[in-house]
């Protein structure tokens, strides 16, 4: 089945994170100095909620496609570290050549966890609430190669969630060449149709790829959760292209989901899940 995700998991979901990749960052932005002939990316982040008490640092990113394909070029297009705490901070990005940006999404990373790029507090052009949203594309070109303006509101209630799901997942088969991907969801009940696909309640798409097997843990709210499934995107695909692979079953085999109730501050492990690698076409 397709699967895509509504507005702030969309967000997510677009800004991949392959699990435990570092991001190069830099010091709180002291202030922006004009650079000539440098292409650039530049805006206010407004801040809205209170930053959970585990927030390491906060960084604005752009993507040259929709979910990201390339890890690497959005660690080479992200801002100095943000100063969160003030309300509204300016960025900066330095891009690395001219040309279109599908996302420019501001990305929050936890106090000794790896980077989740689909952690995403905000996305240009794309409102959190309310029906399916896309960002806005920013073009860098040769006759403006300074944009400006490119301001993005910044939620933390999209990352103060509170709870864990973890487990172990296996994966069965041979891995697709194209895998770009993979991802795990998890639904308070199980999606009925594309719309409801679009609003998970928590995702990471940082899942590494090419593993036997592989120990996740899933950021949450509290709560009773009916589906918890892995998700998997081939190469060059759009984000309506996502597909499910594996969901935590009753029992191994049995093909009907099974419930998991976390409780706030809480860690609830043996979420185990077997993947069919066979399905990721």
Not at 112 to 132: K, N, R
Request: proline content about 6%; glycine content about 8%; some cysteine.
């Amino acid at each position: 089945m397709m699967m895509d995700f509504h507005a702030q998991h969309i967000v997510r979901l677009a800004l991949v994170s392959l699990a435990a990749m570092a991001v190069a960052t830099c010091s709180v932005d002291q202030g922006i100095e004009p650079q000539v002939g440098v292409p650039a990316i530049r805006g206010t982040i407004t801040f809205e909620g209170d930053p959970p008490a585990n927030t390491h640092w906060v960084v604005v990113v752009a993507s040259r496609d929709f979910p990201p394909s390339d890890v690497v070029q959005l660690a080479l297009s992200q801002s100095a570290r943000l100063n969160f705490n003030a309300g509204s901070a300016d960025y900066e990005i330095k891009v690395p050549s001219l040309g279109s940006y599908a996302a420019i999404a501001v990305v929050w990373k936890a106090i000794d966890e790896p980077v989740i790029w689909s952690d995403v507090l905000g996305l240009y052009g794309a409102s959190f609430t309310g029906g399916i949203s896309f960002p806005d594309t920013v073009h860098v070109t040769a006759d403006a190669p300074v944009v400006e303006g490119v301001d993005v509101t910044a939620d933390f209630s999209a990352v103060d969630r509170g709870a864990v799901l973890g487990g172990r997942i296996t994966y069965e088969g041979n891995w697709p060449d194209n895998t770009e991907l993979m991802g795990i969801a998890a639904y308070r009940t199980r999606p009925e149709n594309l719309l409801e696909f679009f609003r998970p309640a928590a995702l990471n798409i940082s899942l590494p790829t090419q593993v036997d097997e592989f120990d996740y843990r899933l950021a949450t709210p509290p709560g009773t959760y009916e589906y918890t499934v892995v998700l998997w995107l081939g190469r060059g695909a759009s984000v309506f292209d996502f597909k499910e692979i594996g969901f935590y079953e009753t029992s191994p085999g049995s093909g009907e989901p099974a419930e998991v109730t976390v409780a706030l501050g809480d860690t609830v492990a043996d979420v185990d899940i077997t993947v069919d690698l066979g399905l990721a076409k």
